[in-house]
């Protein structure tokens, strides 16, 4: 019959599977098109843990099209001999061998058994969710003057640069802070004439150690 449903069209997926979208979107053979509500299915497949956003469109007269756009891993966290990748609201994508996907290093984090699609549970770590977002504004190039942010102290939130200048950042207006970094280490090396060993950028004269 004209508009029942024939095929499904999948596209943008690379790590949700044809077959897990198929059976997330749940519609049953013989079903036609005007039997299909877009809306419900898109909010259907925005659940799944790793798909950030869906489009659902007919395609006459006997096809729907899905196109999905999955999370994009934002750092990374140690965990054993690898490293898990994790999206900007914190759900883990999946996990690499190595560090060569140029993501900022997150440490501090203790995850005993991870799974894929399961978000990362901040605890006593308050600040997890500001500094995901905060990293997720910083360009490539802003982010390469450090090598990792350490949310291991619930009050304190620490970053070491390349150079290995540890930074404490505290709670709150990292996204400041962290614009603030290259400034004041440049300041500190020209009156003193070296790399300091930390930066207290919790308070607003920056105490330093060389």
């Not at 891993?73 to 060569?100: C, H, N």
């Amino acid at each position: 019959p004209l508009f029942k449903l024939q095929r499904v069209e999948i596209s943008g997926n690379e790590r949700v599977s044809f077959e897990e979208i198929l059976r997330v979107a749940d519609i049953e053979q013989g079903t036609t098109l005007w039997q299909v509500n877009n809306r419900i299915l898109k909010k259907r497949l925005e659940r799944m843990p790793l798909i950030k956003s869906a489009q659902v469109s007919y395609v006459f007269p006997q096809a729907l099209a899905i196109d999905v756009k999955e999370k994009e891993p934002l750092v990374l966290i140690p965990y054993r001999e690898r490293y898990l990748e994790v999206s900007k609201d914190g759900t883990i994508l999946g996990a690499v061998d190595g560090m060569g996907e140029d993501l900022p290093l997150i440490t501090g984090i203790v995850i005993d058994e991870p799974f894929i699609g399961q978000k990362v549970d901040e605890g006593d770590i308050i600040y997890l969710e500001e500094i995901l977002e905060t990293i997720s504004t910083m360009s490539s190039q802003e982010l390469s003057f450090f090598s990792d942010f350490k949310v291991e102290d619930p009050l304190n939130l620490i970053v070491y640069t390349i150079d290995g200048t540890e930074i404490w950042l505290g709670t709150e207006n990292y996204r400041e802070k962290l614009e603030e970094v290259p400034r004041v280490i440049m300041e500190i090396k020209r009156q003193k004439g070296e790399e300091p060993g930390y930066i207290d950028l919790r308070v607003s004269h920056f105490p330093s150690n060389p």
